[in-house]
Nanobody, 118 residues
Framework: QVQLVESGGGLVQAGGSLRLSCTAS????????VGWFRQAPGKERDNVAR????????FYADSVKGRFTISRDNARNTVYLQMNSLKPEDTAIYYC???????????WGQGTQVTVSS
């Protein structure tokens, strides 16, 4: 079983950047599809980015395309989410998750808060 820990959240002004990290223990993260999700108050949790296993194929939600970049550092067993040109509507708790053999995101981190001020 893989354990995930997010870090890198914080308060930033609109137009600024943050890099979130999702570090795994227990298993090799490169063998999992990993997604970044976010949940704003009163809203559903949305998948904003995803990276495939060893091929590294990526997916982005339209709302973040061109501003966010998901990447892997296999040596650090970590997946990153680089967030540029941040907007107040990006404010949310960001979670990373790993997809298990079920095809569902079975493993979740505890989340990290991102707040973008206008």
């Amino acid at each position: 079983q893989v354990q995930l820990v997010e870090s890198g959240g914080g308060l930033v002004q609109a137009g600024g950047s943050l890099r979130l990290s999702c570090t795994a223990s227990g298993r090799t993260l490169s063998t999992y599809v990993v997604g970044w999700f976010r949940q704003a108050p009163g809203k559903e949790r949305d998948n904003v980015a995803r990276i495939g296993r060893n091929t590294g194929s990526t997916f982005y939600a339209d709302s973040v395309k061109g501003r966010f970049t998901i990447s892997r550092d296999n040596a650090r067993n970590t997946v990153y989410l680089q967030m540029n040109s941040l907007k107040p509507e990006d404010t949310a708790i960001y979670y990373c998750a790993a997809m298990g053999a079920t095809g569902k995101y079975d493993y979740w981190g505890q989340g990290t808060q991102v707040t973008v001020s206008s």
